[in-house]
């Protein structure tokens, strides 16, 4: 399996970006459809974004569409998730996740990061 490690999480102000970074070793990278998904206190897991293997096909949830861009680089083996325009309802704890092919169910991701806090303030 491949081993992920999310970065760049952070305290912003509503209306701000950031930029998620997940770092992945182990199996080859570009064999994974890749997704971000997010877990907000006391709600389950829900889905962000996914790209295919070779970045040709993205997804997006509908909540994040045109203000979150997913991207990766196969070359440096690393996922991307650049935020715009983020609400305090983007508070969760986002995590990186690898998968054999595209889906939006958690239970179609087989790899899983440890997560980084991301906390939107009004």
């Known amino acids: 399996q491949v081993q992920l490690v999310e970065s760049g999480g952070g305290l912003v102000q509503a209306g701000g970006s950031l930029r998620l970074s997940c770092a992945a070793s182990?199996?080859?990278?570009?064999?994974?459809?890749m997704g971000w998904f997010r877990q907000a206190p006391g709600k389950e897991r829900e889905f962000v974004a996914g790209?295919?293997?070779?970045?040709?096909?993205?997804y997006y949830a509908d909540s994040v569409k045109g203000r979150f861009t997913i991207s990766r680089d196969n070359a440096k083996n690393t996922l991307y998730l650049q935020m715009n325009s983020l609400k305090p309802e983007d508070t969760a704890v986002y995590y990186c996740?690898?998968?054999?092919?595209?889906?939006?169910?958690?239970?179609?991701?087989?790899?899983w990061g440890q997560g980084t806090q991301v906390t939107v303030s009004s």
């Open positions: 790209i295919t293997w070779n970045g040709a096909m993205t």
């Open positions: 182990g199996r080859t990278f570009s064999g994974y459809v």
């Open positions: 996740a690898a998968a054999l092919v595209p889906g939006r169910a958690a239970a179609d991701f087989r790899s």
